[in-house]
């Protein structure tokens, strides 16, 4: 005799209603939760980066790639770090780009970076203003 899954209709669509719920959560968590941000840039100055990211799975120690591109190559800033762990898989990372990195010197629209291992690519974006 064959054993067969009976379900009610209401336990169904509970079932159906939470799953959606928490795949909505993770989506939610994963585009709006994380972020890479610099603070207002000056040429000559030193520009403040602040970032989140998320990392679960196998790996959590927080190692991630952060690289700031202009027009998709490489603009003389890499690093390759270790986030501050503040809790459940969410880690923070704060950085300055300090003078004469070309960044710092040269005005113009940068890209930044920041690849958590084994996840996506979180971007931003630099503005650097010339000194006034």
Known sequence: MALRFQFKLKSLMAAVVVICLGLGGWQLLM???????AESA?????????ARFFQFGGNRRGWFKFEV???GKWAGYRRLEYGHDI?????????EIKPPSLITTKPGNYTMT?????????HGKIIVRPAP
């Open 114 to 122: 920041l690849t958590p291992h084994g996840g996506r690519p979180i």
């Open 69 to 71: 591109l202009q027009d």
């Open 87 to 95: 809790g459940w898989g969410r880690f923070e990372f704060e950085t």
């Open 31 to 37: 585009t709006s939760g994380q972020y890479v941000v």
């Open 42 to 50: 000056v040429v000559g100055e030193p520009i403040e980066i602040r």
